[in-house]
């Protein structure tokens, strides 16, 4: 592997650890019981 | 451009978010059984020139602070003062529903009352005085079906109106008698002139009533000390004439206006008659039928869902580790891509997250069977047959509805705990929360059971839920009888009628409860699969035995000797479920697919793999409708897996006895519960203690249950 191959493989790998860290901590697991209003709130102007 | 607030109360199950799904085109939750909404949420929608923020509160019985329900949607009205209220009434129960609507009425703010589910109530032979009923309470009403879009126009017409000032509406004080008037006559000035900023923060009649009432939160809101003495003076003016405590009086008077209302504006064409749910309800409820039929509903549950989503998961399969991993490899090889990254992405990515996708027809099929259950009503039944087990462990029934939630995902359920009413019965349901089996261990389940139980697939499947029940049973008495003593108070819980639910909510809410592992695919799922990627070939060229992941597995797979799965995959596996326990399958599938299981197949053109894909669909859609009408005596996926196993299976097939395959799936079911799931209890008991507790608790628990049934098994000569 060359030192090219490790820089991608470290930014890919951390890539992979922010978007495991966002998806468990900042989104919830994407499973937070909004019940189904989630980003609804402020721009439901449907009528 | 003007902005009201319109507060939806109501009764559980009256159908307040159905409404507001039916006003402003969104997709709350419903659910035909009450508690289905634990926090209030907000719609907004535009009528003209006029921008409407519609709050969902949660049902409740009665603006007293006695679970936090209650509490959210006391403070909303109380603090928030909106601008008008929506009180949705079930028509079918207008008297027990016009306490609440009493109540509101104290709150001087005007009320619309949408007289919900009236196509049922007529069909009762129920016929009302509307007029009267306006005359009578000071608001307006307005008969709504809010499952059919009935009455919705007239009621947002009525909104606009009343927020553009054209009607002026203001709620009738009802008389609660003259002993009552006087103490609240009392109150009222004596705070006039004590604190007149208490009388502008708050309804000056409901909050003198609560005063009476001696409400411990707003005592402790306001700050006046129960022994001030005007209070004392509006008290004892009442305890002379009264030998009852003031609640209890309070109560009788709004019950008997409720009734008398009731009585004024309700005809009922027919005597009593015996109606279909209380007929079904008759053998559903029944002392001794109730938990077995609970039972084989679930058995038919997993049967259907099984039979049905087989074909479909056969299809996604040879979609993903065939076509597009061949694709991926052929075009990454033509841009002269490194092997590293080629390797990450097809036997990484493709394999980790593909593994998982498989299974999304399974759970789809589930949670449309569950959603089902829930919106036909027979879930709250579920609540109720469970009610004497409950018992046995210190709870009630009620702590059965988060937990029957749990079988679509643990964390909606962690936060559904909050109907129920003591901080005690809180952590004690949310520690056996984990213990349902939720939707991300089905994958788990489904490649085991495939492999090893072909043909008793759903009474595995069945076994494996039943044995988290059974779990839950047994880990609450023992908490019962140790951490979380206490006692589980009377259970009163109202069973709504039996419905069939509307199709397109059917569709709207399985998929709101299917969305989040299709996200988790994508995100998280596919992350991991990344970092598993990562330490099973680090250093890079090396066999997978001896990679970072393997040497971390090889550590800890003697504490898994004993329960049949001692090896470094299964360890490994284990370990990397604490994120989320699909990700156990996805690991397994990296670690098990190697290029050497893949079969050859014959070279074809693009064009011919396209029209394979779409014959072999159009093929999964007619053998899934054959398996449903085939019904139980059926080919099922199982049965078809024996003809042609999947690389991973026939791979398990070799590393697993049935038994020890049985042991894997109950220490899967019962290990710790994933990391979402302690994020949710932390937010929810402000400390990681309850997670803590969980993870050790579970962990012992998964391993000694596994442990018997794997050495129990083997002693047997299994």
């Not at chain 2, 569950?370 to 009620?398: C, N, P, Q, V, W």
């Not at chain 2, 019962?670 to 400390?687: H, N, R, T």
């Amino acid at each position: 592997m060359s030192i090219t191959d490790i820089l991608l493989a470290v930014a890919i790998l951390g890539g992979a650890v922010y978007i495991l860290y966002r998806s468990i901590c900042r989104k919830k697991g994407h499973c937070s019981g909004c019940s189904g209003l989630c980003g609804k709130e402020k721009d439901n102007f449907l009528l | 451009m003007k902005t009201i607030t319109v507060a939806v109360a109501g009764n559980p199950n009256s159908g307040k978010s159905t409404l507001i799904n039916a006003i402003a085109g969104t997709n709350l939750q419903v659910g035909n059984w009450p508690g289905v909404t634990v926090e209030k949420k907000t719609a907004t929608l535009k009528v003209d020139d006029l921008i409407i923020n519609l709050v969902d509160l949660p049902g409740i019985y009665s603006l007293s602070p006695y679970t936090q329900e209650e509490v959210i949607a006391r403070d909303f009205l109380v603090k928030e003062k909106p601008d008008l209220i929506i009180d949705v009434v079930d028509s079918t129960n207008l008297e027990r529903n016009l306490y609440l609507t009493v109540q509101l009425l104290e709150l001087e703010i005007p009320v619309v009352l949408a007289l919900n589910i009236f196509d049922e109530a007529k069909k009762k032979g129920y016929e009302f005085d509307i007029e009267k009923l306006e005359e009578l309470l000071g608001i307006k009403v307005i008969p709504t079906v809010a499952t059919k879009k009935e009455g919705i126009k007239e009621l947002l017409e009525m909104i606009k109106n009343i927020g553009n000032g054209i009607i002026k509406l203001m709620p009738k004080k009802l008389n609660y008698g003259e002993d009552i008037e006087n103490s609240i006559k009392t109150i009222e000035e004596s705070l006039r002139v004590k604190d007149p900023g208490l009388i502008n923060k708050y309804p000056s009649r409901w909050l003198a009533l609560k005063i009476l009432e001696e409400d411990s939160l707003v005592m402790k809101e306001i700050g006046l000390e129960d022994a001030e003495k005007f209070i004392k003076k509006a008290k004892s003016h009442f305890i002379n004439s009264h030998n009852e405590d003031i609640e209890s009086i309070l109560a009788d008077i709004r019950y008997g206006i409720a009734n008398a209302v009731t009585r004024d504006v309700l005809r009922e064409k027919d005597g009593k008659r015996i109606d279909f749910t209380e007929r079904i309800d008759r053998v559903v409820l029944n002392k001794y039928l109730g938990i077995p039929i609970f039972l084989a509903s679930m058995w038919i549950v997993f049967k259907i869902s099984f039979d049905f989503s087989a074909p479909f998961s056969d299809w996604i399969d040879s979609l993903i580790s065939g076509h597009i991993k061949k694709w991926t490899s052929f075009v990454l090889n033509q841009i002269g891509t490194p092997e590293w990254i080629i390797s990450l992405m097809t036997e990484g990515v493709i394999t980790g997250v593909g593994a998982v996708l498989v299974f999304i027809p399974v759970i789809a099929v589930m949670m449309f069977m569950i959603t089902l259950l829930e919106g036909s009503g027979y879930m709250a039944r579920a609540a109720f047959i469970m009610d004497r087990l409950m018992h046995s462990i210190g709870l009630h029934g009620k702590s059965f509805i988060p937990m029957l939630l749990g079988f679509g995902c643990n964390v909606p359920s962690i936060y559904a705990t909050r109907v129920l009413e003591t901080e005690r019965d809180r952590k004690l349901t949310a520690m056996l929360v984990p213990l349902m089996s939720c939707g991300a261990r089905l994958p788990v389940y489904v490649i085991f059971i495939g492999a090893f139980f072909s043909q008793n697939a759903p009474t595995v499947l069945w076994s494996l839920y039943v044995l988290g029940i059974f779990m839950a049973v047994v880990l609450g008495f023992i908490l019962k009888k140790t951490v979380y003593k206490g006692f589980a108070p009377l259970f009163i819980m109202e069973l709504p009628p039996y419905r069939l639910p509307v199709l397109r909510d059917l569709m709207v809410h399985t998929w709101q409860k299917l969305k989040h592992f299709v996200i988790k695919a994508g995100t998280y799922i596919f992350a991991v699969s990344v970092i598993m990627w990562f330490l099973l070939n680090t250093p890079y060229g090396i066999e997978k035995e001896n990679s970072l992941l393997g040497k971390i597995g090889k550590t800890l797979s003697p504490v898994f000797e004993p329960l049949g799965f001692g090896t470094w995959e299964a360890s490994s596996s284990l370990i990397a479920g604490l994120i989320a326990k699909e990700v156990v399958v996805s690991t397994m599938a990296q670690i098990y697919v190697t290029e050497e299981n893949k079969e050859v197949e014959a070279e074809k053109s693009l064009l011919e793999e396209f029209k394979d894909i779409i014959v072999s669909f159009v093929a999964a859609i007619k053998e899934a409708f054959e398996n449903l009408i085939s019904g139980f005596s059926i080919k099922s996926l199982s049965t078809e897996e024996d003809e042609e196993l999947t690389p991973l299976k026939s791979k398990l097939q070799g590393i697993f006895t049935p038994l020890s395959a049985y042991a894997f799936l109950a220490f899967v079911l019962l290990y710790w519960p994933c990391v979402v799931v302690g994020i949710a209890m932390k937010q929810e008991f402000g400390s990681w203690k309850i997670y803590g507790q969980a993870l050790v608790i579970h962990t012992i628990m998964a391993w000694l249950v596994a442990f018997f049934i794997y050495q129990g098994g083997r002693i047997l000569g299994f």
